[in-house]
């Protein structure tokens, strides 16, 4: 654009000389430079304002928070934080009103709901045995979930290969598979001596029921061609289960998987509180039953992470397995 078409006042120019000029808001951007100020600004309401009882690690909490916030400050100048600024900044101003409101103005009723602090000084004080029941849990979960799936696959296969199996097992399924599992638990508790082997049992039974009916529907949807090229090359049914039933119904079983492992969290969590007497779910009633709210709340937040890390392994393991159809997966 010349001086002569500004100084003329040419209308058309005049507009494109304003929008060149105009600032234009970046959601991208903001989220980006945003998220660290925003943990900076809860460091300071947990730093500055004093708390209205005798919290413990409320300076520890503070430095958490800003350690935080020049982490994720050092993130976005380096152009590394992006698609989890938006929550990173709804985080850092989530934890700064919950320690406004709890333990600045105490405006929830206490014991039943903590301060950030309460729940940092239950990781600060408590770790070994929050340790402790977090491998006890995994080691129950494995016992059960492992077997469950592994005779989910052997059974689902059997049913879509076998007229004979679908005969027998089909409604056997149909009466004992859709019961909840922990309706069997108290006959579980007479019937196996062991009250750990029937929590194990229960969980193998939630996860092996979704990981055989999806076995199989993928099994029997797949397609019969593919059975006659490999038999006119000479397949024997060995093969045919292994290199051509199996390959073709594995996105179906990984539904079944995944269907499965939810299924035996949720009865491990049960069984536990139940009978177990190690574990996750027994720290959560034994904290219940001392009126330890805090620990209560940790041990939740140690299940949520667990069962997030489980699912997560589970979907790298998928898409390792399926990267032959990696533009096929739309879950």
């Not at 600060?124 to 005779?151: C, E, M, N, Q």
């Not at 199996?165 to 019961?179: A, E, F, N, T």
């Amino acid at each position: 654009m010349s001086d002569a078409q500004t100084s003329l006042g040419d209308p058309r120019a005049l507009e494109t000389h304003v929008q060149t000029t105009k600032i234009r808001f970046r959601p991208a951007q903001f989220w980006r430079w945003a998220a660290g100020p925003a943990w900076l600004l809860a460091t300071l309401v947990t730093w500055k304002w004093p708390d209205a009882d005798d919290f413990p690690a409320t300076n520890q909490f503070a430095v958490f928070q800003m350690v935080i916030g020049l982490v994720l400050i050092a993130l976005a100048a380096t152009g590394r934080l992006k698609d989890r600024a938006p929550w990173a900044f709804v985080l850092g101003l989530g934890l700064g009103a919950w320690e406004l409101i709890q333990a600045k103005l105490l405006l929830l009723p206490r014991p039943f709901f903590g301060t950030p602090q309460d729940l940092l000084d239950v990781f600060l004080t408590d770790w070994k045995r929050l340790g402790d029941s977090l491998f006890h849990s995994l080691l129950l979960l494995a016992g059960g979930y492992v077997p469950g799936s592994i005779l989910g696959i052997i059974v689902g296969v059997a049913l879509g290969r076998s007229h004979h199996v679908r005969y027998w097992v089909r409604p056997v399924m149909r009466v004992i598979g859709p019961l909840p599992p922990v309706a069997l638990l108290p006959l579980a508790f007479v019937v196996i001596p062991s009250t750990r082997w029937a929590g194990e049992a229960l969980m193998a039974l939630a996860a092996g029921f979704p990981v055989a009916v999806l076995t199989w529907s993928g099994v029997s949807a797949v397609d019969p061609a593919y059975y006659d090229v490999a038999r006119t090359m000479g397949a024997k049914n060995r093969f045919l289960v292994l290199r051509v039933a199996l390959p073709a119904a594995t996105p179906q079983i990984f539904v079944g998987l995944f269907m499965g492992l939810g299924a035996s969290f949720a009865m491990l969590v049960v069984a536990e509180m139940l009978g177990v007497k190690s574990g996750l779910g027994f720290y959560m009633q034994w904290a219940q039953g001392w009126a330890a709210y805090p620990n209560m709340y940790a041990a939740l937040f140690v299940m949520s992470l667990m069962c997030t890390t489980l699912m997560t392994v589970l979907f790298k393991v998928r898409d390792h397995l399926l990267k032959w159809q990696k533009d096929g997966l739309k879950w």
